[in-house]
């Protein structure tokens, strides 16, 4: 029997946390293990998952085990109060899919955040409490455990570094230090969040002890309780009274009424790979699909990485596929979405013709096609048998619209501004979205979140796991994603020379490229300049943070590598 070879998995960091074991590092190489993996944006997450793993779980018991502890030590987007997905890949090859996306309170309603003169308006649908979604996170994680779980660790043992750190305390690190020191004045707005944040008036410094005793009797009763222990009880009332007292709309009926959906997930084949991806309401999965088959009649390796050709033909099929997006795409239990159409042969032939030779395209002249009949985080795990776990979870803004729930000490989200506001204006990540993302009470917000599982597909038909992929950063997700795979599979780089390499973004509007520093050469950026693109440095935090796993068949070894971005990763091998 084959064994499963090389894991990678990149993510935004820059410390890596070894637990003891045959795992090394180079400053050149990612790091290995022989029996399985775990990379996250905090080292104590990464731990808890290596701890399961080493425990006998398998990638979904540690993938749950992850996501409370981000909770507790990554608040900025680790969450109680968001919502996410997952992409699981059993050991037997069966791959499925959970959509734990929040909903719109049932009171939700189109123009709920217009202002007097019609406009969207930002303040409400991203710092108030009609920006805050229905909570999936604690269920989410919860039907992964129960639903795909090794069975061999209670609820209490997925959840007890979580409640163990909440209740305890940790150093926080850099990352988190600067975060609240820098989101202070807004953040300490709220008394709730002052109190946890800020004890005492004052702003957390490296080597204090940041302690969260509400946190811990919030994951105390969903260790007892289960999803109850969140969606019903003193918690739901907390979180309800909240709402009432200041103008929010979930209620009880609300939280009591949310439920995880199970997916088909989007697969589509790619040069011997096969790429599964979260269907709607991500928009993951088909968006990545749609470029990697507009792409796949070219030769990219010739064109050279991060050549004008490269760049140019990857920002024409964004392009494309953007606009598709933004036009199609939505929560299917309110809107007809012609999936299959938008990834069928004859469509995708059609739409690549559009793609202009030698010079840019114009996304103002670039509409969607006519088919027939931002924070954020992610992690992946791997476990000894070959299970494989692609995460991401979020919160939208980072520390979403900045409140924590009063005696319940989680922050909640502001996932209601990916909604389109007002159908036609951009939302926070400069996402234009039409009316099928509308807003609409009990409707799921449309997404970027696209974790990824992909497999080698052999001349027999069979598939053997390669990759798991992930990231986090809004609307440039889905191309951060897409750059690693291309990375990985056209340009022989190792899993963190694929992540750590420098990328780009294009998303229909605003019709720019965003570009890492030192993306392209200058050479490279006349050139496209000459052919008409509008190139726009970004800042230091990169075009996303991203995660992935690399597998393989001969070596029986996992590979890890990292990417530098916003505060902390770490992974864990054995």
Same mark, same amino acid.
């Given at each position: ?90 050991? *037997? ?9 929040? $909903? ?6 189109? *123009? ?36 795909? /779980?090794?069975? $061999? ?14 209740? $305890? ?5 850099? /990352? ?5 020191? %820098? ?18 008036? $004052? ?101 050279? %990485? ?91 803004? /980072? ?60 001349? *027999? ?78 800042? %230091? ?34």
């Amino acid at each position: 029997m084959q064994t499963i070879r090389a894991l990678q998995i990149l993510l935004l960091t820059a410390i890596i946390i070894i637990i003891p074991g045959p795992v090394q590092a180079s400053r050149a190489f990612p790091f290995y293990s022989h029996e399985g993996m775990v990379v996250s944006a905090e080292p104590h997450a990464s731990a808890a998952g290596f701890e399961v793993l080493r425990a006998g779980g398998n990638a979904a018991d540690a993938a749950a085990a992850v996501g409370f502890v981000l909770a507790a030590t990554f608040p900025s987007a680790g969450n109680l109060g968001g919502g996410g997905f997952l992409v699981y890949r059993r050991p *037997d090859g069966r791959v499925f899919t959970l959509n734990y996306r929040e $909903k719109a309170p049932a009171a939700a309603s189109r *123009d709920m955040f217009l202002g007097a003169d019609g406009k969207a308006d930002p303040e409400l649908s991203r710092r108030s409490l009609l920006a805050v979604g229905v909570p999936g996170s604690p269920a989410g994680m919860l039907e992964t455990w129960e639903r795909f /779980g090794s069975g $061999k660790l209670s609820r209490e043992q997925i959840l007890a570094r979580a409640l163990s750190l909440a209740e $305890k305390g940790f150093a926080p690190d850099f /990352g988190l230090v600067e975060g609240l020191a %820098h989101e202070r004045e807004w953040l300490s707005s709220h008394p709730s969040t002052s109190a946890v944040f800020y004890p005492g008036g $004052k702003t957390l410094e490296p080597g204090d002890t940041l302690r969260q005793p509400d946190l811990a009797r919030t994951l105390r009763e969903i260790a007892g309780r289960g999803r109850d222990g969140f969606y019903s009880g003193w918690v739901a009332d907390s979180l309800a009274a909240f709402m009432a007292a200041g103008g929010g709309l979930i209620t009880r009926g609300d939280l009591a009424a949310y439920r995880v959906q199970a997916l088909e997930p989007v697969a589509v084949d790619y040069r011997g790979y096969r790429v599964y991806g979260m269907g709607p309401p991500s928009s993951g999965g088909m968006v990545l699909g749609q470029v990697l088959k507009l792409l796949e009649p070219f030769d990219l390796a010739a064109m050279g %990485h991060n050549s004008a050709a490269y760049v140019h033909h990857l920002v024409e099929a964004e392009r494309l596929a953007y606009a598709d997006r933004n036009h199609y795409l939505g929560d299917p239990d309110y809107v007809e979405i012609p999936l299959a159409s938008l990834l069928s042969g004859p469509y995708l032939d059609s739409r690549r013709r559009l793609i202009p030779e030698g010079r840019a395209g114009k996304s103002l002249e670039t509409s969607h096609g006519r088919p027939g009949p931002d924070h954020t985080t992610h992690f992946c795990v791997i476990d000894r048998w070959g299970g494989l776990a692609a995460v991401t979870t979020t919160l939208n803004g /980072g520390f979403g619209m900045g409140a924590v729930v009063p005696g319940a000490g989680f922050f909640l989200n502001n996932e209601m501004d990916d909604f389109a506001a007002a159908p036609g204006e951009p939302n926070m990540f400069g996402l234009v979205q039409g009316e099928a993302n509308s807003v609409a009470g009990g409707k799921r917000m449309l997404s970027c979140m696209t974790p990824t599982v992909v497999t080698r597909v052999g001349g *027999d038909g069979s598939e053997e796991p390669a990759f798991v992929i992930g990231a986090a950063g809004g609307s440039r997700i889905i191309t951060t994603v897409l750059q690693v795979f291309l990375n990985l599979a056209h340009f022989g780089m190792n899993v963190r020379e694929a992540v750590e390499a420098p990328r780009f973004h294009h998303q229909h509007l605003p019709d720019v490229v965003c570009l890492e520093p030192n993306a392209l050469s200058a050479d490279t950026r006349r050139l496209l300049e000459g052919m008409g693109y509008a190139l726009e440095r970004i800042d %230091h935090l990169g075009t996303a943070s991203a995660a992935c796993v690399l597998t393989g068949l001969e070596s029986g070894t996992w590979y890890a590598g990292w990417a530098d971005g916003m505060g902390v990763g770490a992974g864990t091998g054995y």
